[in-house]
C-alpha cells in the first residue's frame, strides 16, 4: 500500500475538511478573533488532522501488505483466509470477514461436489463389475462354439470397460493402490497369455530381454498400463513387440518396442494428452485417445515417468521409468 495512492483515495475527505476549515476561519474573524488565536487553532487542528491519517495508514498499510504478499506466495489462492489475522479496524475487519465467508462457501460446495463425484465414481464401479458378468458369459459361450470373430469383438468390449474403470479410479489412485515389488517378467507374462488368441491371429512375436527385475509399483496398475501398449501395438500394425529391461543404479527404465507404423513427429508431443488421436487414430483405426492418458496420469500418481519416442513407418518405443528406493530393500 503506497502512501500516494492513500493520499488520493482521502482526497475527497481532505477537500471537505479544507472546506470546513475555510468557513470557521471566516467565522472566527467575523468575531474578531485574534489572529494568533486563529493561527494556534488552526496549527493544532492540522498537526491533529495529520497525525490521525498517518496512524490511519500506518495501520491499513500493514494489513494490506500481508494480504498482497499472502496472495502472491499462495499456489492455493483460496486458503488466503487461514493466512490472515482480523485486523483492528473497521473497513479491514469487514474485509476480513467477507473473505471468510467466500472461503467457507466455497469449502462447503467442493464438498457437495467431491460427494458426488465419490457417488458416481462408486456407480461407475459398480456398473463395470455388473456388465464384466454378461460379457464373460458370452466370451464363455464363444469359446465353447468356436465363434472367434464374436469373442474378438467381446475381448474389445471389454478392453474398454477395464478402460472406464481405470479412469474412474485414476483420479484417486493413491486410495486404491499396494506398493510392492513386482517381477517384469510375471506382469509381462501375464498380459501376453491375455492377449494370445489375438497375436496368434495376427502372427505377432514377442520377444523379451532382461525382465527379471523387479519394481517397486503396484502390480494390477503396472498389468493395466502395459495391456494398454500392448493393444496399441497390436491396432497399429505392428508384426513383432521386444520388451526389455535397463536396472540403473537409481531407476528400472522398461521399454516397450513395436514395429508398428509409427507415430508422426509432429503427434509426439501431444501423445500423452486427453482424447488425443492424432493422425493415425483418425485413418488406420477408431480411436479415443484415452488409453495412453491413462497410462500416463497412473504414472504420475504412481511416481513413475513415461516417454515415448518413434520415427514414423518403422517402430514406436514407449519407456517406463520406475525409481528406486532404498528403504523397500529387504536384507
Same mark, same amino acid.
Given at each position: 500500500?503506497?502512501?500516494?495512492?492513500?493520499?488520493?483515495?482521502?482526497?475527497?475527505?481532505?477537500?471537505?475538511?479544507?472546506?470546513?476549515?475555510?468557513?470557521?476561519?471566516?467565522?472566527?474573524?467575523?468575531?474578531?478573533?485574534?489572529?494568533?488565536?486563529?493561527?494556534?487553532?488552526?496549527?493544532?487542528?492540522?498537526?491533529?488532522?495529520?497525525? *490521525?491519517?498517518?496512524?490511519?495508514?500506518? +495501520?491499513? &498499510?500493514?494489513?494490506?501488505?500481508?494480504?498482497?504478499? !499472502? @496472495?502472491?506466495?499462495? /499456489?492455493?489462492?483460496?486458503?488466503?483466509?487461514?493466512?490472515?489475522?482480523?485486523?483492528?479496524?473497521?473497513?479491514?475487519?469487514?474485509?476480513?470477514?467477507?473473505?471468510?465467508?467466500?472461503?467457507?462457501?466455497?469449502?462447503?460446495?467442493?464438498?457437495?461436489?467431491?460427494?458426488?463425484?465419490?457417488?458416481?465414481?462408486?456407480?461407475?464401479?459398480?456398473?463395470?463389475?455388473?456388465?464384466?458378468?454378461?460379457?464373460?458369459?458370452?466370451?464363455?459361450?464363444?469359446?465353447?462354439?468356436?465363434?472367434?470373430?464374436?469373442?474378438?469383438?467381446?475381448?474389445?468390449?471389454?478392453?474398454?470397460?477395464?478402460?472406464?474403470?481405470?479412469?474412474?479410479?485414476?483420479?484417486?489412485?493413491?486410495?486404491?493402490?499396494?506398493?510392492?515389488?513386482?517381477?517384469?517378467?510375471? *506382469?509381462?507374462?501375464?498380459?501376453?497369455? +491375455?492377449? &494370445?488368441?489375438?497375436?496368434?491371429?495376427?502372427?505377432? !512375436? @514377442?520377444?523379451?530381454? /532382461?525382465?527379471?527385475?523387479?519394481?517397486?509399483?503396484?502390480?494390477?496398475?503396472?498389468?493395466?498400463?502395459?495391456?494398454?501398449?500392448?493393444?496399441?501395438?497390436?491396432?497399429?500394425?505392428?508384426?513383432?513387440?521386444?520388451?526389455?529391461?535397463?536396472?540403473?543404479?537409481?531407476?528400472?527404465?522398461?521399454?516397450?518396442?513395436?514395429?508398428?507404423?509409427?507415430?508422426?513427429?509432429?503427434?509426439?508431443?501431444?501423445?500423452?494428452?486427453?482424447?488425443?488421436?492424432?493422425?493415425?487414430?483418425?485413418?488406420?483405426?477408431?480411436?479415443?485417445?484415452?488409453?495412453?492418458?491413462?497410462?500416463?496420469?497412473?504414472?504420475?500418481?504412481?511416481?513413475?515417468?513415461?516417454?515415448?519416442?518413434?520415427?514414423?513407418?518403422?517402430?514406436?518405443?514407449?519407456?517406463?521409468?520406475?525409481?528406486?528406493?532404498?528403504?523397500?530393500?529387504?536384507?
Amino acid at each position: 500500500m503506497k502512501l500516494t495512492d492513500f493520499l488520493r483515495d482521502r482526497l475527497p475527505a481532505f477537500l471537505i475538511s479544507a472546506a470546513a476549515w475555510i468557513l470557521a476561519l471566516i467565522f472566527l474573524f467575523a468575531f474578531h478573533v485574534p489572529a494568533e488565536a486563529v493561527v494556534i487553532v488552526s496549527v493544532i487542528v492540522l498537526l491533529g488532522a495529520a497525525a *490521525a491519517e498517518l496512524w490511519a495508514f500506518l +495501520r491499513k &498499510r500493514g494489513y494490506y501488505d500481508k494480504l498482497s504478499s !499472502s @496472495l502472491e506466495q499462495l /499456489d492455493k489462492k483460496y486458503l488466503l483466509s487461514e493466512m490472515l489475522e482480523e485486523p483492528e479496524f473497521l473497513d479491514g475487519r469487514i474485509l476480513h470477514s467477507a473473505i471468510c465467508e467466500a472461503d467457507k462457501s466455497m469449502c462447503e460446495h467442493i464438498a457437495e461436489y467431491r460427494r458426488e463425484s465419490a457417488d458416481f465414481r462408486e456407480y461407475i464401479e459398480l456398473w463395470v463389475h455388473e456388465i464384466k458378468l454378461p460379457v464373460a458369459g458370452l466370451q464363455l459361450m464363444c469359446h465353447n462354439d468356436g465363434a472367434q470373430r464374436y469373442a474378438e469383438q467381446l475381448r474389445r468390449i471389454d478392453e474398454y470397460i477395464e478402460n472406464v474403470l481405470y479412469y474412474a479410479r485414476s483420479g484417486s489412485a493413491e486410495k486404491d493402490y499396494i506398493i510392492k515389488p513386482v517381477s517384469l517378467k510375471r *506382469a509381462f507374462a501375464d498380459i501376453a497369455v +491375455r492377449n &494370445r488368441c489375438e497375436l496368434q491371429e495376427r502372427g505377432i !512375436s @514377442l520377444h523379451t530381454a /532382461d525382465l527379471g527385475a523387479e519394481v517397486m509399483t503396484d502390480g494390477k496398475w503396472l498389468e493395466f498400463m502395459l495391456g494398454q501398449l500392448m493393444s496399441n501395438s497390436i491396432k497399429y500394425g505392428a508384426s513383432e513387440i521386444t520388451v526389455s529391461a535397463e536396472e540403473l543404479p537409481d531407476r528400472t527404465v522398461l521399454r516397450f518396442r513395436d514395429n508398428g507404423i509409427g507415430i508422426p513427429a509432429g503427434d509426439l508431443p501431444y501423445i500423452f494428452d486427453k482424447t488425443f488421436t492424432g493422425e493415425n487414430g483418425r485413418t488406420h483405426t477408431k480411436s479415443t485417445g484415452m488409453g495412453l492418458y491413462i497410462v500416463k496420469k497412473l504414472c504420475d500418481r504412481l511416481g513413475h515417468s513415461a516417454e515415448v519416442s518413434s520415427v514414423q513407418g518403422e517402430f514406436t518405443e514407449i519407456a517406463l521409468t520406475f525409481g528406486k528406493n532404498e528403504l523397500y530393500k529387504v536384507e
